[in-house]
Nanobody, 122 residues
């Protein structure tokens, strides 16, 4: 099993920045893909950004150019730097990890954190 613990959520004004962190523990040797998903009230969960153990990354169109995902394989941590935040970025952000990497990550991953709330206020 893999445990994921997110941190860094909070309230930020429009145009501001936040950095989310997620530390993995447990059977980390089994992890390949890691990523961030979000779910806004009344909406389906969506992939925000994902990154493989080799550094390949994928982003939702809505965050390209504003968000950057990165990963520290030594510390088993994944980060999401969010800049130029918009009200529509308000959501619960979930860290996730998967045993592999590929198009399936758009549907979800094997392991999930509990989520951290990001609120962008205008």
């Amino acid at each position: 099993q893999v445990q994921l613990a997110e941190s860094g959520g909070g309230v930020v004004q429009v145009g501001g920045s936040l950095r989310l962190s997620c530390a993995a523990s447990g059977s980390i040797f089994s992890i390949d893909g890691m990523g961030w998903y979000r779910q806004a009230p009344g909406k389906q969960r969506e992939l925000v950004a994902g990154i493989s153990s080799y550094g390949n990354s994928d982003y939702a169109d809505s965050v390209k150019g504003r968000f950057t995902i990165s990963r520290d394989n030594v510390q088993n941590t994944v980060f999401l730097q969010m800049n130029s935040l918009k009200p529509e970025d308000t959501a619960v952000y979930y860290c996730a990890a998967d045993k592999s990497w590929g198009p399936h990550i758009n549907r979800g991953m094997d392991y999930w954190g509990k989520g951290t709330l990001v609120t962008v206020s205008s």
